[in-house]
């Protein structure tokens, strides 16, 4: 993947003309930045092991001991000097292959603090050890060392009286110092990490190179039934992968959403904000998945010299890539059921009653199975309350909202025949009149043009009358479309229009549209026969976005056989 794990080469001071162009500013603003340049050198020292000890908030003391490559002991005074490193070949800043290239964080950190690196390496006998304080060697020895090395840094900032001040307490640094090493462990699955906080351990990840195991141990076991795979996309050079949570488990902020840029853990803001679109509408309101993207790209494709920190990259073809993986993210959102949990769902079966539309069918009728991409194949067992269709799949009992699903199946036709353009326009069996208030005659008559581009064909009939003709195509034939009240159509067109009148906004027809499924869909309560309940779950498995309704409310419940093994005790 990248070059972290070649031959380690010889420090050496950057040519100034080189040292000029790299982003320069305070790198190290925080105790957590010390933990971030510390683990980072680790990291590119090819460590497998890396232990980091934190005290009081990282003001107090922060040791960083891995069993990387190490430092020769002639080289040892390099590492701390300003512009001095190992890692940037040819001075060439375009393709950076390490976390590290700018030789600034040891001399940084030992300009603001006392920092002691002691490090050994495979070929010599005998380590070396070096202390500074303020930029000074406070001591220069000799020290037996293993391959590796100990970086161990104090009194931060006690010299710098405004940083400590601008320092949070203790509580909010440790928060972030435990944040900063879940993001730099996310981003290395295969090194084994642990953190002590105050003398006790906080933190602790395996190593075993797995992306799935990593997110378990940093996230707890309850995560590893929500995590779901993302199929691999290719685009614009760049390969991504990831895991991502399903809506049963979503957090209230953004910031358990990870993007690894070539092993850089970072927030490529327009990426995460296509992201966002991409899922908001299946999840409710202000809640976030977990989810982690690891992207991989050649150097030449990623800017990592933009920011003094490194915590942003400037990602070519950023929106391109982030457009692919939304629309992964969505096509998985929309398909994956929800979770009823058993604790709701005994509520909710204590107060319903179940009837079997034709009673005297059992269900497992000669109709069969119902086979559609979205599910696995499905077999009807009834209705439920009038409200929810039963249905068993191999390895869980599904549960659909009627409504939901029957208004998800009409907007996706009525959006379909809005976009194709070829609006199949059916004339309605009999006109409908419509009586429109005073109050919104005026308003209702300036929708007239727009909703006939939609197949809406409406004309004046009296004063304040007026006769719907035609709506786009519900095929009669089809048991769906038999579903809708022709009735219903004028209420439910009025009363679309007056909520968009209420809210205008570009996207009004996508909005008449979703609308005018949500007032036509059945209501619940209302009793379906059976060929009606097979027909709208083969539809509803055809859909585009089976799982969620336009409003981010579940329409598909699922309850696993495990659960019901844990909960009847089997
Ligand atoms: P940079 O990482 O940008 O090169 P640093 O100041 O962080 O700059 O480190 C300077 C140099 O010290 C590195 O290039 C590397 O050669 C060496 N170094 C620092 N930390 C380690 C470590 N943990 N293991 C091996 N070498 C290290
Ligand atoms: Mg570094």
């Given at each position: 993947?990248?070059?972290?794990?070649?031959?380690?080469?010889?420090?050496?001071?950057?040519?100034?003309?080189?040292?000029?162009?790299?982003?320069?500013?305070?790198?190290?603003?925080?105790?957590?930045?010390?933990?971030?340049?510390?683990?980072?050198?680790?990291?590119?020292?090819?460590?497998?092991?890396?232990?980091?000890?934190?005290?009081?908030?990282?003001?107090?003391?922060?040791?960083?001991?891995?069993?990387?490559?190490?430092?020769?002991?002639?080289?040892?005074?390099?590492?701390?000097?300003?512009?001095?490193?190992?890692?940037?070949?040819?001075?060439?800043?375009?393709?950076?292959?390490?976390?590290?290239?700018?030789?600034?964080?040891?001399?940084?950190?030992?300009?603001?603090?006392?920092?002691?690196?002691?490090?050994?390496?495979?070929?010599?006998?005998?380590?070396?050890?070096?202390?500074?304080?303020?930029?000074?060697?406070?001591?220069?020895?000799?020290?037996?060392?293993?391959?590796?090395?100990?970086?161990?840094?104090?009194?931060?900032?006690?010299?710098?009286?405004?940083?400590?001040?601008?320092?949070?307490?203790?509580?909010?640094?440790?928060?972030?110092?435990?944040?900063?090493?879940?993001?730099?462990?996310?981003?290395?699955?295969?090194?084994?990490?642990?953190?002590?906080?105050?003398?006790?351990?906080?933190?602790?990840?395996?190593?075993?190179?797995?992306?799935?195991?990593?997110?378990?141990?940093?996230?707890?076991?309850?995560?590893?039934?929500?995590?779901?795979?993302?199929?691999?996309?290719?685009?614009?050079?760049?390969?991504?992968?990831?895991?991502?949570?399903?809506p049963d488990?979503?957090?209230?902020?953004?910031?358990?959403?990870?993007?690894?840029?070539?092993?850089?853990?970072?927030?490529?803001?327009?990426?995460?904000?296509?992201?966002?679109?991409?899922?908001?509408?299946?999840?409710p309101?202000?809640?976030?998945?977990?989810?982690?993207?690891?992207?991989?790209?050649?150097?030449?494709?990623?800017?990592?010299?933009?920011?003094?920190?490194?915590?942003?990259?400037?990602?070519?073809?950023?929106?391109?890539?982030?457009?692919?993986?939304?629309?992964?993210?969505?096509?998985?959102?929309?398909?994956?059921p929800r979770t009823l949990t058993l604790h709701d769902q005994a509520r909710a079966l204590d107060s319903l009653r179940v009837q079997l539309a034709e009673p005297t069918t059992a269900y497992d009728d000669?109709?069969?199975?119902i086979?559609?991409?979205?599910f696995?194949?499905l077999r009807l067992i009834g209705q439920l309350a009038g409200r929810v269709i039963l249905l068993e799949g191999?390895d869980s009992l599904y549960l659909v909202d009627q409504h939901r699903a029957h208004e998800r199946v009409?907007?996706?036709?009525?959006?379909?025949?809005?976009?194709?353009?070829?609006?199949?326009?059916?004339?309605?069996?009999?006109?409908?009149?419509?009586?429109?208030?005073?109050?919104?005659?005026?308003?209702?008559?300036?929708?007239?043009?727009?909703?006939?581009?939609?197949?809406?064909?409406?004309?004046?009939?009296?004063?304040?009358?007026?006769?719907?003709?035609?709506?786009?195509?519900?095929?009669?034939?089809?048991?769906l479309?038999?579903l809708?009240?022709?009735?219903?159509?004028?209420?439910?067109?009025?009363?679309?229009?007056?909520?968009?009148?209420?809210?205008?906004?570009?996207?009004?027809?996508?909005?008449?549209?979703?609308?005018?499924?949500c007032?036509?869909a059945i209501h619940r309560g209302r009793p379906l026969a059976r060929s009606a309940m097979r027909a709208l779950v083969q539809a509803l498995g055809?859909?585009?976005?089976p799982a969620v309704c336009?409003h981010g409310s579940p329409i598909v419940l699922r309850v696993a056989h495990h659960q019901l093994a844990q909960q009847f005790r089997w």
């Amino acid at each position: 993947m990248n070059e972290r794990h070649s031959a380690r080469r010889p420090i050496r001071v950057l040519p100034p003309q080189v040292a000029a162009r790299i982003a320069a500013g305070e790198v190290i603003e925080r105790p957590a930045s010390v933990v971030k340049e510390l683990v980072e050198n680790s990291l590119d020292a090819s460590a497998r092991r890396i232990r980091i000890e934190v005290r009081g908030g990282g003001l107090r003391e922060i040791r960083v001991t891995d069993d990387g490559c190490g430092i020769p002991p002639e080289e040892l005074p390099l590492a701390v000097q300003r512009h001095a490193t190992s890692k940037l070949r040819e001075d060439d800043l375009e393709r950076i292959e390490t976390l590290g290239f700018r030789g600034e964080a040891l001399p940084s950190i030992a300009a603001v603090a006392e920092l002691a690196i002691a490090s050994g390496t495979a070929d010599s006998s005998l380590g070396r050890r070096l202390v500074l304080h303020a930029g000074r060697v406070l001591a220069d020895e000799p020290t037996a060392h293993p391959p590796g090395t100990t970086v161990t840094v104090r009194r931060l900032f006690e010299n710098v009286p405004a940083r400590l001040a601008a320092v949070r307490d203790e509580r909010a640094e440790t928060a972030e110092i435990v944040r900063t090493v879940q993001r730099l462990a996310l981003a290395a699955p295969a090194v084994r990490f642990s953190l002590a906080i105050d003398g006790r351990p906080a933190l602790h990840t395996s190593g075993s190179g797995s992306l799935r195991t990593v997110l378990l141990e940093l996230y707890g076991a309850p995560v590893a039934e929500a995590l779901r795979e993302l199929a691999p996309v290719e685009v614009a050079c760049a390969r991504v992968t990831g895991l991502v949570t399903s809506p049963d488990l979503t957090r209230a902020n953004r910031n358990h959403l990870h993007v690894v840029v070539n092993g850089r853990w970072t927030r490529p803001g327009t990426l995460l904000a296509l992201l966002e679109a991409a899922y908001r509408p299946y999840l409710p309101r202000g809640r976030h998945p977990i989810c982690v993207l690891v992207l991989e790209t050649p150097p030449q494709m990623v800017d990592v010299n933009v920011h003094p920190a490194k915590l942003e990259v400037r990602l070519r073809a950023e929106r391109e890539i982030g457009q692919a993986v939304a629309e992964r993210l969505r096509e998985l959102f929309a398909r994956t059921p929800r979770t009823l949990t058993l604790h709701d769902q005994a509520r909710a079966l204590d107060s319903l009653r179940v009837q079997l539309a034709e009673p005297t069918t059992a269900y497992d009728d000669a109709s069969g199975e119902i086979v559609t991409p979205a599910f696995p194949p499905l077999r009807l067992i009834g209705q439920l309350a009038g409200r929810v269709i039963l249905l068993e799949g191999p390895d869980s009992l599904y549960l659909v909202d009627q409504h939901r699903a029957h208004e998800r199946v009409l907007a996706e036709r009525l959006l379909a025949l809005a976009t194709s353009g070829t609006s199949e326009i059916t004339p309605l069996p009999e006109p409908i009149l419509l009586e429109v208030r005073a109050a919104q005659l005026e308003r209702f008559q300036r929708w007239l043009d727009r909703i006939a581009e939609l197949g809406v064909r409406c004309e004046p009939f009296g004063p304040r009358t007026f006769v719907l003709r035609t709506f786009p195509s519900l095929p009669a034939a089809d048991p769906l479309g038999q579903l809708v009240r022709p009735e219903e159509l004028g209420p439910a067109l009025l009363a679309t229009l007056e909520e968009l009148d209420r809210a205008e906004g570009e996207d009004w027809s996508e909005r008449l549209l979703v609308g005018l499924a949500c007032r036509m869909a059945i209501h619940r309560g209302r009793p379906l026969a059976r060929s009606a309940m097979r027909a709208l779950v083969q539809a509803l498995g055809e859909t585009r976005a089976p799982a969620v309704c336009p409003h981010g409310s579940p329409i598909v419940l699922r309850v696993a056989h495990h659960q019901l093994a844990q909960q009847f005790r089997w």
